[in-house]
């Protein structure tokens, strides 16, 4: 069975910096690709950076340069090192499949919050 579980968030003021992680199924994990996406209050769920292949990395144009998305093997697991947050960066953080996310492995996520 597949399982993405998010962890890392918090509350953090603006220019900080925060580390988030997601733990994969090892059944899944070097047979497919991954994404990071963030849902905040009232928007649509967005992708945030998407690992497509090794070197290679997607972001969106409002992180760009500030967030680094990486994946560790052997630990089975991704990272998104997130840079000089922002207040608009405030959202639910999730993994899942990337391209194409699967609805029903959507996780619970974690909150990031950017504010004084």
């Known amino acids: 069975q597949v399982q993405f579980v998010e962890s890392g968030g918090g509350l953090v003021q603006p220019g900080g910096s925060l580390r988030l992680s997601c733990a994969v199924s090892?059944?899944?994990?070097?047979?497919?690709?991954f994404g990071w996406y963030r849902q905040a209050p009232g928007k649509q769920r967005e992708l945030v950076a998407g690992?497509?292949?090794?070197?290679?990395?997607n972001y969106a144009d409002s992180v760009a340069g500030r967030f680094t998305a990486s994946i560790d093997n052997v630990k089975n697991t991704m990272y998104l090192q997130m840079n000089s947050l922002k207040p608009e960066d405030t959202a639910v953080y999730y993994c899942?499949?990337?391209?194409?996310?699967?609805?029903?492995?959507w996780g619970q996520g974690t909150q990031v919050t950017v504010s004084l």
């Open positions: 690992l497509a292949s090794v070197g290679r990395a």
């Open positions: 090892a059944v899944t994990f070097n047979f497919a690709t």
């Open positions: 899942n499949f990337y391209p194409a996310p699967e609805s029903r492995y």
